[in-house]
DNA sequence: GCCGTTTTCGGCCCGACTGTTTTCAGTCG
C-alpha cells in the first residue's frame, strides 16, 4: 500500500505552499486529498490501475495527475520544482509551536534561518524582534519552545489509547467526587477511540471554575501547569502527557462535546451541512443564520437531529462515509462489549501465561462469557514454552475433565501455532485436526521478504486445519512496523478459504487495525474474531480495545464469530463447513 | 485545487488566543 507516501507527498506539496504563501483554498485542497487517502479503506495503487483515482472525493484534475506521476515514476516533479524554490529543512521550523507557514517563510526570506539551530542562534542574538510586527515576547516564546520541542524528541509522539484510557479514567474518577464539578466527559481522538492519542481531552461544566483550577494543582499525578485561565487548563501529568480541560455552560455541554470530540473533518462537514440549511454550528450551539437564534446543544444528539442526521458514534467521525450513511439512516448497528460471549484467543501457564488453565478458565466463566478459547502457544516457540503433540493431548484431556465441572459454558480446545519459515504449520495434521478450532500466527522471520512472508500467510490461510489467522500484520505500536506483507492477497485467500482473520486486542498490537478490518469486512466479507491473547487473568478486560477498533471499522455484532453461541459460531469456521 | 438537490463560477468551518498593533494577522485546535 502506497497511501501513505502519497498522502506524505501532498502534505510536503501543502506545506511548500503554504509557506509560499498560496491560496489557502489550494493548500487546503493538497492537504484534505492527503487525509482522504491516508484514511482511504482502500489500495490506492489498486485504485489508480482501475482508473477509479478520480472517484476519490478531493482528487481533481491536479492533483490526480500529480499520483499518477508518483505510482508510474517515483517522482512528483511539481514537488521536486518547489524543493528547488524552498529548501525542505524550512519545514522543520514549523514542528515549532508558534510558528506557522508565514513566520517560518520570513525567518527564512528575511534572515536566512533555515533549521532550528539557525533559529535559536537568532533568537538569542535578538535579530528577530528588530522585524516589522515581531517583538521581544516572539523570541522568547520561540526559546522556550525550542527547548521543549527538544526535550520531547526523546517521548515517543504519540500515546497508545491503552495507556491513555485508564489514565483518562483515573482522572475523571478523581475529580468527579468533587461536587462542583457537575459534568466530566473525555473527548477528542480519546472518545473516538483511536489507535494512538495526541493529547487528552476532557470537557467539564462547573460553576466554580477557581475551585476546579484548585483541584488541578493539587492533582496527585500533576507534573506541570502549562496554562490556567477560566474556560481552559492545560496540565502535564506524570507520564509526561498533556491533558486539556475545557469548561462549558451546561446549556453549550452536548455542543462543546460534539466539537471536541471531532475529528476535524468531521465537523467541517457537519457546518458545511448546517450552512446549507441556513445553520451555524459552534461549540455552543446550534444557530439559526437568519436571526442568531440559537435552536440546540444542550445534548449532542441535537446537533446530529437538527441536521436530519441519526446519531454518529464517536468512533464512526472521521469522515470516511459516515455522515452520508447517516443521512441515509444506513449507520451500522456497532458492536458493543456486551455483545461478545467468549475470548478467542487466551494462554495459560502450560505455555507462557501467568495463570493456571483452571484459573484462567475460571475467571472467563465469571465474567460472564459462555465459551472461552484455550489457545496456548506449540512447540516452535521455545521461548514461550510451546507445546509438544504429548503435551497437547494431556491438556486435552485436562480441558476434557473440566468441561465437565461447568454447566452452560465451554472451554475450547485450540493452540496458537505457528507458521514456519516455509510456511508450514509446526504441528501435524493429525494434532491439527483434534482441536476444536487452529489459530495459526507468524512468530518468527518477520524480516523476510515481502513476497515470502504473504507466500507464508497465503499457506497457513490454505491450510484446511487452520481457522483463524492471529494478529495477522504483526505490527507492534510505537515498537514495530507490521511485517511487509500484501494485504489484498491475504484478504483475498482468507475470503476463498473462508478463514478468520483475528483483531487483536493487545493494546500495543491491534492487529488487524481498524482502517484493515474494514475493508476486510466491507469488501471481502471475512468474518473477523475478537480476542485478548490474554497471559494472565487481568488481561481479559483489554476486550475493550479489541471492541474499540472493531467498531472503528463498522463492525456489528453479526461481523465477529465470537458474538455468536459456539455451535452457530462453529459453523462459520473452515473445518466445520468443510465437513459438511 | 475542488466541487455542485440553490452553482461549471464563486464559493470553500468556526472561534479563541496572542502579540503586535489601534484594527488585525497569524497560529492553533
Known amino acids: 500500500m502506497k497511501n501513505k507516501e502519497v498522502a506524505q507527498i501532498l502534505d510536503e506539496i501543502a506545506a511548500l505552499l503554504e509557506i509560499k504563501g498560496e491560496n489557502k483554498y489550494k493548500i487546503a485542497a493538497y492537504q484534505e486529498a492527503a487525509r482522504r487517502i491516508e484514511n482511504l479503506p482502500e489500495d490506492i495503487e489498486r485504485l489508480f490501475k482501475q482508473g477509479k483515482l478520480y472517484q476519490i472525493k478531493g482528487i481533481g484534475e491536479s492533483i490526480g495527475q500529480k499520483i499518477k506521476e508518483y505510482l508510474t515514476t517515483g517522482k512528483v516533479s ?43 542562534k537568532a533568537a538569542k542574538e535578538g535579530k528577530i524582534r528588530v522585524l516589522p510586527r515581531l517583538g521581544p515576547k516572539v523570541e522568547q516564546n520561540i526559546l522556550e519552545a525550542i527547548k521543549e520541542y527538544r526535550e520531547k524528541q526523546t517521548v515517543p509522539e504519540r500515546i497508545p489509547l491503552g495507556v491513555a484510557l485508564p489514565l483518562t479514567e483515573e482522572i475523571v474518577n478523581y475529580l468527579s467526587q468533587y461536587p462542583f464539578i457537575e459534568n466530566i466527559v473525555p473527548a477528542g481522538s480519546l472518545r473516538r477511540r483511536k489507535e494512538t492519542i495526541g493529547d487528552i481531552d476532557i470537557l467539564i461544566t462547573t460553576s466554580d471554575m477557581d475551585r476546579v483550577n484548585q483541584v488541578l494543582k493539587n492533582l496527585p499525578i500533576l507534573k506541570n501547569i502549562l496554562a490556567a485561565g477560566p474556560t481552559k487548563t492545560s496540565i502535564i501529568v506524570e507520564p509526561g502527557i498533556q491533558v486539556d480541560f475545557r469548561v462549558v455552560e451546561k446549556s453549550s455541554f452536548g455542543a462543546a462535546l460534539q466539537y471536541f470530540t471531532g475529528s476535524k473533518q468531521h465537523n467541517i462537514k ?19 443564520i437568519s436571526d442568531n437564534k440559537k435552536i440546540g446543544g444542550e445534548k449532542e444528539e441535537d446537533i446530529y437531529e437538527i441536521l436530519g442526521l441519526q446519531y454518529i458514534p464517536p468512533e464512526l467521525r472521521e469522515d470516511q462515509g459516515e455522515i452520508e450513511s447517516a443521512m441515509e439512516g444506513k449507520l451500522p448497528n456497532l458492536v458493543e462489549e456486551r455483545d461478545i460471549l467468549g475470548d478467542m484467543h487466551v494462554h495459560t501457564d502450560w505455555s507462557d501465561g501467568a495463570n493456571t488453565l483452571e484459573e484462567m478458565v475460571e475467571v472467563a466463566y465469571k465474567l460472564g462469557y459462555k465459551y472461552v478459547v484455550i489457545s496456548d502457544h506449540s512447540q516452535a516457540l521455545g521461548v514461550a514454552g510451546g507445546l509438544t503433540p504429548e503435551q497437547i493431548e494431556k491438556q486435552r484431556l485436562k480441558i476434557q475433565e473440566l468441561n465437565r465441572k461447568y454447566r452452560d459454558f465451554k472451554i475450547l480446545h485450540s493452540i496458537e501455532a505457528n507458521i514456519l519459515s516455509d510456511g508450514s504449520i509446526d504441528l501435524p495434521e493429525e494434532v491439527l485436526k483434534n ?131 459456539w455451535e452457530e459460531a462453529k459453523l462459520k469456521l473452515k473445518r466445520y463447513r468443510n465437513q459438511k
Open 435 to 565: 482441536f476444536d478450532l487452529v489459530i495459526a500466527g507468524l512468530h518468527s522471520g518477520f524480516k523476510q521478504p515481502k513476497e515470502k512472508i504473504t507466500e507464508r500467510l497465503v499457506s497457513a490461510i490454505k491450510n484446511p486445519w487452520v481457522d483463524i489467522i492471529s494478529h495477522p500484520t504483526g505490527r507492534l505500536i510505537n515498537k514495530r512496523p507490521a511485517y511487509e506483507v500484501d494485504l489484498p492477497t491475504i484478504l483475498y485467500w482468507a475470503k476463498e478459504t473462508g478463514t478468520v482473520l483475528e483483531i487483536n486486542a493487545q493494546p500495543d498490537r491491534l492487529d488487524l487495525c481498524d482502517i484493515d478490518a474494514r475493508i476486510a469486512r466491507e469488501k471481502y466479507g471475512i468474518y473477523l474474531s475478537i480476542g485478548t491473547d490474554s497471559h494472565d487473568i487481568r488481561s481479559y478486560s483489554l476486550i475493550r480495545y479489541g471492541i474499540a477498533v472493531a467498531r472503528r471499522a463498522w463492525l456489528q455484532k453479526e461481523d465477529i464469530i465470537n458474538t455468536y453461541p
Open 270 to 288: 457537519l457546518r458545511e451541512l448546517a450552512i446549507k440549511k441556513g445553520l451555524k454550528i459552534n461549540e455552543y450551539g446550534v444557530f439559526r
Open 78 to 120: 511539481y514537488l521536486e520544482e518547489l524543493r528547488k524554490e524552498i529548501p525542505p529543512e524550512i519545514l522543520e521550523l514549523l514542528k515549532i509551536p508558534g510558528i506557522g507557514p508565514k513566520l517560518a517563510y520570513r525567518l527564512y526570506a528575511e534572515l536566512g534561518i533555515k533549521d532550528i539551530d539557525s533559529l535559536e
